[in-house]
């Protein structure tokens, strides 16, 4: 026995409302989800730049110290001031 699927008939204005309001609901929720994942992009970017920022400037020091020790270092006379300043000669 086959059942007949029940037909129901609706005024075409009427159709036409609810699959627009269908619409601005599935636009309301897609701006929505938008903005939630732009502002989770944000933070990861302003977290990944302030990583960056602490590396580079962490290589600055780093090279700078170098440029400056290295010429110290490869002095004698100097290196035996600066030892005789810190106390250890």
């Known amino acids: 026995m086959a059942e007949k699927v029940p037909i129901v008939i609706v005024d075409p204005e009427d159709y036409k409302n609810i699959l627009q309001k269908l619409n601005d609901i599935e636009e309301k929720i897609e701006f929505t989800n938008s903005e939630i994942h732009q502002r989770y992009g944000k ?23 170098l440029l400056i020790l290295s010429p110290a270092l490869s002095n004698p006379l100097l290196l035996n001031t600066i030892k005789k300043a810190l106390g250890f000669s």
């Open 43 to 65: 933070k990861l970017g302003r977290d990944i730049g302030i990583l960056y920022g602490i590396c580079a400037s962490l290589m600055i020091v780093v090279i700078y110290l």
